[in-house]
């Protein structure tokens, strides 16, 4: 049973250039978060998603962010006109359950913007 | 009020001791509380997790020990080894429709042999 998959893994931009990053969850599982770790600090939520539709985007900032998590293929997080500060790794993470407890993570994505 | 604070920041004991790394929060509708182990280039593992109708969990060499009154709980590593070197990050959730995370900022813990 596979866990949580994010793709790419390593992902470089220039200031101005859109990002996209991509998280499959586990089997069976119908919600993901996303969550922003920037270099010395813990995580922060930024959205959670259930199929089709966004339940909580109280983390994601007011510009340049958005996600989507369609009926068929992967949760997909979108970073438009990117800025230095955008520079993070972003962990996406599934549960099988509404609201439920338990929570598992991807490997992350590692976001540098030059 | 959303805050999750975690203390210390950097941890070094010798292989078989107990670190202990502590949380505490404010709000008082958290009603989950997680552990994560971190290693690096990798994603948060679930480690444990305690609800606050109990004061103490153990699984495996790990504990948690939660005081509800005080606001805090704790995570305690028994017989500690080196490969437990990592980053710990509590978090906090209140449940609901979302049963977003909160977490701590992270103790790096190193375990020398």
């Known amino acids: 049973n596979a866990g949580v998959m994010q793709n790419p893994r390593h992902l470089v931009r220039r200031r101005g250039q859109e990002a996209r990053l991509r998280c499959s969850p586990m089997k069976g599982h119908s919600h993901v978060y996303w969550y922003r770790q920037l270099p010395e600090e813990g995580l922060k939520f930024m959205v959670y998603?259930?199929?089709?539709?966004?339940?909580?985007e109280s983390g994601m900032p007011k510009e340049r962010f958005s996600a989507e998590f369609p009926k068929e293929g992967p949760s997909i997080l979108r970073i438009q006109q990117v800025v230095r500060g955008d520079s993070a790794a972003y962990f996406c993470a599934s549960s099988p359950l509404a609201g439920g407890d338990e929570q598992f993570f991807g490997p992350g994505t590692r976001l540098t913007v030059l | 009020q959303q805050q999750v604070k975690q203390s210390p920041q950097s941890l070094i004991v010798q292989k078989g001791g107990i670190p202990i790394i502590n949380c505490a929060y404010e709000n008082t509708a958290f009603d989950y509380f997680p552990w994560y182990q971190q290693f690096p280039g990798k994603g948060p593992a679930l480690l444990i997790a305690?609800?606050?109708?109990?004061s103490e969990k153990k699984e495996g060499r790990f504990t948690i020990s939660f005081n509800k009154s005080a606001k805090q709980f704790s995570l305690h590593i028994m017989d500690s080894q080196p490969g437990d070197s990592a980053t710990y990050f509590c978090a906090a959730s209140s449940g609901g429709a979302t049963n977003k995370l909160i977490f701590g900022t992270g103790t790096l813990l190193a375990v020398q042999p």
């Open positions: 305690i609800r606050p109708d109990v």
């Open positions: 998603l259930q199929k089709e539709n966004i339940i909580d």
